[in-house]
């Protein structure tokens, strides 16, 4: 059996978020910045990994600093659209009835695929009713590594947003986020299934990716996730720069609204050229890592 869609939203920084061995940290105080805005209001901006273990907690220590001090949470786009949403996505991943994957794919793709979800005990019927891109989602969940949605960052700071009584909003809505999967073309999504699944070759290792994130290493997070696409490269851009960009109007907003905002977001999406770091610097802001 195919086994259900989670939730997509984890799945946008998968390469650094998922499969990490054991690990135990707890000095750093993670990928936290307070960002200072040309006029002087301020938001904090944190990375999240969107699945840990109950033994990653405590968070680090700047998570708390940054949401004591904040009175409205934004994340990449609001959990309830977001769970509204995931049917729709897996909706929108199965082909409609008298179509399947083999009439969309390269025979030689499909061959592969067919004796690859053989291996699973997943029968021909079950995977070929869906899309490329939804069996990327399908197939790569964190829960038999130990990992949990439930657990990740942008749930823990939801629910304490609740409990606080602390607006939250989206960077995003549920159709723009969805589309980062959803509106990619055929050969696009045939690329990406074929890049998901074959080794990149890359090393580094979750117990790295994972311990660059709790001291704020976000340009090593940023390398990792391109070093996944470098195969697909469009597809990087996709997931994160192209996010990047569309998102800076928010912040903006954000910093001349007259709240505090937390803004958290997949912790690959704050370094290199185009990230979120990157592209607020070159709008005069300042920036300080807690």
């Avoid at 799945?11 to 690990?23: M, N, S």
């Avoid at 021909?124 to 949605?149: I, N």
């Avoid at 939250?168 to 509106?183: F, K, P, R």
């Avoid at 709790?214 to 940023?222: A, F, H, I, K, P």
């Amino acid at each position: 059996m195919v086994p259900r869609l989670r939730s997509h939203l984890a799945i946008l920084v998968l390469p650094i978020a998922l499969c990490f061995p054991g690990f135990e940290a707890r000095a750093a105080s993670g990928c936290i910045w307070r960002v200072t805005g040309p006029t002087g209001r301020t938001l904090y901006l944190g990375g999240s990994v969107h699945a840990l273990r109950s033994t990653d907690y405590p968070l680090p220590s700047g998570y708390n600093r940054a949401f004591e001090a904040s009175t409205r949470i934004a994340l990449e786009v609001d959990r309830k659209a977001l769970e509204t949403s995931s049917s729709g996505l897996l909706k929108a991943g199965k082909y409609p009835k008298g179509d399947n994957l083999k009439n969309h794919v390269d025979p030689r793709t499909y061959d592969y695929l067919r004796r690859l979800f053989a291996l699973l005990k997943i029968p021909e019927e079950k995977f070929a009713a869906y899309r490329p891109w939804c069996l990327v989602l399908l197939l790569e969940s964190p829960s038999a590594s130990g990992f949990s949605h439930d657990l990740g960052v942008d749930e823990f700071i939801t629910n304490r947003a609740r409990a606080n009584g602390k607006a939250i909003v989206g960077l995003e809505t549920a159709d723009e986020h969805s589309a980062v999967y959803s509106g990619l073309s055929d050969r696009q999504s045939e690329a990406l299934l074929l890049v998901s699944l074959i080794p990149s070759g890359t090393g580094g290792g979750g117990d790295q990716t994972l311990t660059a994130w709790r001291r704020g290493d976000v340009e090593t997070l940023s390398r990792s996730l391109h070093a996944a696409y470098a195969d697909f490269p469009a597809f990087a851009d996709r997931v994160l720069g192209a996010r990047n960009r569309r998102w800076i109007p928010k912040f903006e907003s954000y910093l001349t609204s007259g709240q505090t905002y937390f803004v958290v977001v997949g912790a690959a999406h704050l370094g290199g050229g185009d990230g979120l770091l990157a592209l607020l610097r070159a709008r005069n802001c300042k920036l300080e890592q807690l």
